[in-house]
């Protein structure tokens, strides 16, 4: 069965940076893309970044270029995301997501249960 | 970014009715070399992350009802559930993988009435 478990979400304040992780099991890590995902509270969802199985490939949306940096260690069966300068606009319940591809991009067939990120002083 | 557009906001349908949600992208997502429209359909209810039921605009998920069903082409494109159910109270979204910055349409929430 499919796992992804995120963590490392909280309160921060803006400006700061937090660090947040995914953990995968029940299929074979270095075989797929992964994407993180947010939802602010009460809205629709984003796309926030997506690497490929050997990070050769990363897309970023254009509200977290520069400030967000996504990364992988396949042999820890991991995705991070490397949040800095933080805004309160990044307050969002984070996803992580599996890709049914390995390279950029198709659809996501497996959702994690999300980290909530707040950003307020 | 290709910008997704879904109709209604909204809807309420009786059990057993059908329900019928648009989408449109600002820019096709066929591949010609395939013939394959990159386009996915989820669900999301309440407190639980969204669930895919339709890829490759038409294409069922296993394991989803098969009184969901996705249809379209090009920019267009529909998801149908056939007789509402009380548990497809949720919201739907549209999502294209055609670009690789993935864009998704802002939602639809059905309800029962």
């Known amino acids: 069965e499919v796992q992804l478990v995120e963590s490392g979400g909280g309160l921060v304040q803006p400006g700061r940076s937090l660090r947040l992780s995914c953990a995968a099991s029940g299929f074979t890590f270095d075989d797929y893309a992964m994407h993180w995902v947010r939802q602010a509270p009460g809205k629709g969802l984003e796309w926030v970044s997506g690497?490929?199985?050997?990070?050769?490939?990363?897309g970023y949306a254009d509200s977290v270029k520069g400030r967000f940096t996504i990364s992988r260690d396949n042999a820890k069966n991991s995705l991070y995301l490397q949040m800095n300068s933080l805004r309160a606009e990044d307050t969002a319940l984070y996803y992580c997501a599996k890709d049914m591809s390995s390279e950029l991009v198709e659809y996501f067939q497996h959702w994690g249960q999300g980290t909530l990120v707040t950003v307020s002083s | 970014d290709i910008v997704m557009t879904q109709s209604p906001d909204s809807l309420a349908v009786s059990l057993g009715e059908r329900a019928t949600i648009n989408c449109k992208s600002s820019q096709s997502v066929l591949y010609s070399s395939n013939n394959k429209n990159y386009l996915a359909w989820y669900q999301q209810k309440p407190g639980q992350p969204p669930k895919l039921l339709i890829y490759?605009?038409?294409t069922r998920e296993s394991g989803v009802p098969d009184r969901f069903s996705g249809s379209g082409s090009g920019t267009d494109f529909t998801l149908t559930i056939s007789s509402l159910q009380a548990e497809d109270v949720a919201v739907y979204y549209c999502q294209q993988y055609y670009s690789t910055r993935v864009t998704f349409g802002p939602g639809t929430k059905v309800d029962i009435k």
């Open positions: 690497i490929s199985w050997n990070s050769g490939s990363i």
């Open positions: 490759w605009a038409s």
